[in-house]
């Protein structure tokens, strides 16, 4: 199953915290990382967050600082924490993935809702 799968989603209130969780093989995310996507409703889809193979981290400008993604060895997965939550934020989370010699083809999971409001 190289298809990702996200969770951990839910509603919460601005300045809340909640903690999503990919699950990826770790063969894939070992050799070619994970990143973090979002997607509201009539938006583009827009990048959030990289974890790379050697384990550089980046994120957006919006959400550094507040965000950080990392690999959770004991569940074996790939998290983003997210802090100090905006409603702005509020989105769908999505996980991509590769696969490949040259880590050439991807998989997107079906994505976890996060909704920030007062």
């Known amino acids: 199953q190289l298809r990702p799968v996200e969770s951990g989603g839910g509603l919460v209130q601005p300045g809340e915290s909640l903690r999503l969780s990919c699950t990826v093989p770790?063969?894939?995310?070992?050799?070619?990382?994970v990143d973090w996507y979002r997607q509201d409703s009539g938006k583009e889809r827009e990048w959030v967050s990289s974890?790379?193979?050697?384990?550089?981290?980046k994120y957006a400008d919006s959400v550094k600082g507040r965000f950080t993604i990392g690999r959770d060895k004991v569940r074996d997965t790939v998290y983003l924490q997210l802090n100090s939550l905006k409603p702005e934020d509020t989105a769908t989370y999505l996980c991509?993935?590769?696969?490949?010699?040259?880590?050439?083809?991807?998989?997107w999971g079906q994505g976890t809702q996060v909704n920030v409001s007062a």
């Open positions: 974890l790379s193979a050697d384990g550089t981290t």
């Open positions: 991509k993935t590769y696969s490949g010699g040259y880590c050439d083809f991807t998989y």
């Open positions: 770790r063969v894939t995310s070992n050799k070619c990382g």
